[in-house]
C-alpha cells in the first residue's frame, strides 16, 4: 500500500489550513495513495481557540462534509491527526472549556468516521520560546482505549503527538494486530531534535511495526516552532523515507510481508517474559 504523510506548517487561520489541506491532499492522489495522513492541529494551530471552534456547529458540520467528500469522491482514506471535538463518543459535551482532541480516520466506503481520543496531554517544561506548555488546561483526555481500523486490509493503529513517550499504548496497539501505527504530531523543535526520530524509530523496532510520524513544521506565531522531518520507519528500523522542515508531501510504500520476515528472524514478541 501506498502512503502519503503530509507535513504541514499550520496557523490560526482555519480556512487557509483547510485550503492548504485540499490541495496537497489532491496532489498526494495523482501519486496513487490510498491513506493520507494529517498532523496534530492540522486545521487550527491555537489552543485557546480550540473551544470555540468546536462550538461552531456549520464550520464542524461543513468540515467533516468535505472531508468525507473527498474521501469518497477521490477514493482515499484520510486520517486528520488531531481535531477539538466538543463531544465525547458517547455524545455528552466536554464540562468547562476544554475539548477532546480526536484523531478522524475518513474511509472512502462510508460516511462513518472512526476517532480515537488523545491519552496522554503534554504538560511540560521546555527550553524554547513557549517555556511551559500545559495542554490539560484546554484538553480533556480520552479513555483508555486504543484503536485499531482495517484500511483496505492494512491494520493500522492511531495516537498522537505525546503518546509516543508511552511503549504501552504501542504494545498494546500491536496486540490487537496493528501493523501501522500512525504518529501525527506537533513536536516542539527542542523536543524534536532530541527525541522525534529515536523514539519513532524504538517503537518501530521494538513492535516490529511500520511507524509513521507525520509532524507539524515551521513556526506558528512568533514563538512556537515545531520540528517537521515526518518519517516512516519499517519494523526492522530502516528509514523508509524522512522530510526536511518544510511543508512538503512524504510518500512511502508499505509492504507488509516485512512484518512477518522480522518476527520470523527475531521473534521478540514471543519471547516477553513480563506482560
Known amino acids: ?71 469518497v469522491t477521490l477514493g482515499v482514506w484520510i486520517v486528520v491527526g488531531s481535531h477539538p471535538s466538543l463531544k465525547r463518543p458517547d455524545g455528552s459535551v466536554v464540562a468547562g472549556s476544554r475539548v477532546r482532541q480526536s484523531c478522524l480516520v475518513f474511509s472512502p466506503f462510508s460516511s462513518e468516521c472512526f476517532r480515537y481520543d488523545k491519552i496522554h496531554l503534554f504538560d511540560v517544561n521546555v527550553a524554547d520560546g513557549v517555556g511551559q506548555y500545559k495542554e490539560s488546561d484546554f484538553i480533556e483526555p480520552g479513555e483508555l482505549n486504543p484503536i485499531v481500523i482495517d484500511v483496505d486490509g492494512l491494520k493500522v493503529g492511531l495516537s498522537i503527538c505525546y503518546d509516543l513517550r508511552f511503549p504501552e499504548l504501542y504494545r498494546e496497539l500491536v496486540s490487537k494486530g496493528a501493523e501501522l501505527i500512525v504518529v501525527p504530531a506537533a513536536f516542539t523543535y527542542v523536543t524534536g531534535k532530541a527525541h522525534w526520530n529515536t523514539l519513532l524509530r524504538a517503537r518501530a523496532i521494538e ?69
Not at 492541529?41 to 458540520?61: C, D, H, P, T, Y
Not at 522542515?245 to 508499505?254: A, F, G, K, R, W
Open 1 to 71: 500500500m501506498k502512503i502519503c504523510a503530509i507535513q504541514l506548517t499550520s496557523g490560526p487561520d482555519f480556512a487557509a489550513n483547510l485550503d492548504e489541506v485540499q490541495r496537497r491532499i489532491l496532489d498526494a492522489v495523482q501519486e496513487g495513495v490510498t491513506l493520507i495522513i494529517l498532523p496534530e492541529n492540522v486545521f487550527l494551530f491555537n489552543g485557546k481557540a480550540m473551544r470555540e471552534l468546536s462550538e461552531q456547529e456549520s464550520i464542524q458540520e461543513s468540515l467533516f462534509t468535505t472531508l468525507n467528500k473527498l474521501s
Open 207 to 275: 513492535n516490529q511495526v511500520f511507524i509513521v510520524g507525520v509532524n507539524q513544521c515551521g513556526f506558528h506565531g512568533k514563538n512556537r516552532q515545531t520540528y517537521g522531518h515526518s518519517v516512516c520507519y519499517s519494523p526492522w528500523g530502516e528509514d523508509l523515507g524522512q522530510l526536511a522542515d518544510e511543508p512538503d508531501n512524504l510518500y512511502v510504500n508499505i509492504d507488509t510481508d516485512r512484518i512477518q520476515e522480522c518476527k520470523s528472524s527475531m521473534p521478540v514478541l514471543e519471547h516477553r517474559r513480563l506482560t
